[in-house]
């Protein structure tokens, strides 16, 4: 009886112990999936601006995006990433070529995009 009791009470709490446990890595998942796709909509927004619409705004916009675009990307993006910035800075403005990295990144981006992933 002893035994019975002991795995009586104990069953709950430890249901209860897993199921919080899933709940909050569920919570940080989807928050991190959520905060992957502003980064990546932003940045590629923002850039979107600065080629065809260069001012200061949108390159001081660009500079908060060019910061986390390369936690959510794959590495092998980041040398096109790099030389996109390059591209957008303001003393060596160069749209053309922007435009195209931009395309190309954008392209490779949709292929897997962010808010489509299940959880």
Do not use: W
Request: aromatic share 10%; glycine share 4%.
């Amino acid at each position: 009886m002893g035994i019975s009791l002991l795995i009586a009470i104990s069953t709950p709490i430890i249901t209860a112990i897993i199921n919080s446990h899933h709940e909050i890595k569920m919570y940080k998942l989807r928050f991190y999936n959520e905060h992957k796709s502003e980064v990546i909509e932003g940045f590629l927004k923002t850039v979107g601006n600065c080629i065809y619409y260069s001012d200061e705004s949108n390159l001081h916009s660009l500079g908060e995006y060019f910061g986390e675009i390369y936690l959510y990307t794959p590495p092998s993006m980041h040398d096109k990433i790099t030389e996109l910035s390059k591209c957008l800075q303001y003393a060596n403005m160069d749209n053309d070529k922007a435009r195209i990295i931009f395309i190309d990144i954008s392209t490779e981006l949709s292929k897997n995009p962010p808010r489509s992933e299940k959880i």
